[in-house]
């Protein structure tokens, strides 16, 4: 079985050059099309996309380059005010790439009024001197705010005026040795991205019945010269959940493994096996190992 490791792919590169660089972080409320542009800013699919709230649970490492910048994003999942442990951990792991940001975005969706998370966003950017930058998305709708000149203003629908924004970040940039080669634009194993890829389609599939009660593990990867294997399962909370993503004699199982599969030779550039199955994992969230596993602490 071959791994993908970050140590090994760093060592057959090129030298590394000496451009602009900075770490920004991104903060957000949830479904402000945060996802959408760093995909579509990257040009791969990084971040999944789904219009279910608090889609993103890790902080992925998304690289940008261009001919004299290297801009490395922190991409938090949704900051907000809970009690519960899973949500705890959350949190704690977005206000950490906070503080470790050179620049902060915060990510407004312009389309619609501002709710109680931005209070609590506000609280929590009052305690960090990072240089903040107020990004407003969805421009191409009817906006909610009198936007006037405040911030940067951006549409991930058409692209428009990112380069406005990566210019915008540019000038805090110093000049350093880049952390990663040219072509490389996520620091995310594969193990990860497969799992994302999953997840995604999990939430597309199934819509507001399991929007946060599942989690993937990815068993085994067998990488050959002209076929991806991967054994991979699906693990819900309770035997209903169980038996709604197994509904119609397996159908909507199939459904995401296809549609899964199918993503997965688009990144990986080859054939891809995937069986992909259904357990159940109760009360997995009150479980520290396994949220310490999903969020990727070491």
């Known amino acids: 079985m071959k791994k993908l490791d970050l140590k090994e792919i760093l060592s057959n590169e090129p030298k590394l050059k000496e451009k602009k660089i900075w770490y920004i972080a991104i903060i957000w409320r949830p479904n402000v099309w945060k996802s959408t542009f760093i995909n579509t800013l990257i040009w791969e699919k990084i971040s999944i996309v789904s219009k279910i709230p608090q889609t993103t649970r890790n902080k992925i490492l998304a690289i940008y380059n261009d001919k004299d910048s290297q801009i490395i994003f922190f991409d938090t999942p949704w900051i907000h005010e809970s009690n519960k442990i899973f949500n705890e951990e959350i949190n704690k792991q977005a206000i950490k790439s906070l503080k470790n940001a050179d620049v902060v975005l915060y990510f407004i969706d312009s389309s619609r009024k501002k709710w109680k998370e931005e209070k609590y966003i506000w609280l929590l950017l009052n305690n960090i001197s990072n240089p903040l930058i107020k990004v407003y998305t969805k421009i191409d709708l009817k906006s909610k705010f009198d936007l006037n000149n405040e911030g940067i203003k951006i549409s991930s629908e058409t692209k428009e005026w990112f380069t406005r924004l990566v210019d915008k970040i540019k000038t805090y940039l110093k000049i350093n040795i880049t952390p990663y080669p040219e072509n490389y634009y996520t620091k995310q194993n594969i193990y990860f991205r497969i799992s ?95 949220i310490k596993w999903i969020m990727n602490i070491k």
């Open 196 to 290: 994302e890829i999953i997840r995604e389609k999990v939430f597309l599939n199934t819509k507001e019945e399991l929007p946060h009660s599942i989690y993937i593990w990815v068993e085994e990867i067998e990488d050959k010269k002209n076929i991806l294997k991967i054994v991979a399962y699906i693990y819900a909370e309770t035997n209903s959940q169980k038996y709604i993503l197994i509904w119609k004699r397996g159908n909507l199982i199939l459904k995401i493994s296809t549609e899964s599969r199918i993503e997965l030779e688009k990144i990986f550039y080859k054939k891809v096996f995937l069986a992909l199955r259904v357990k159940r994992s109760e009360k997995w969230k009150r479980n520290k190992k396994i």
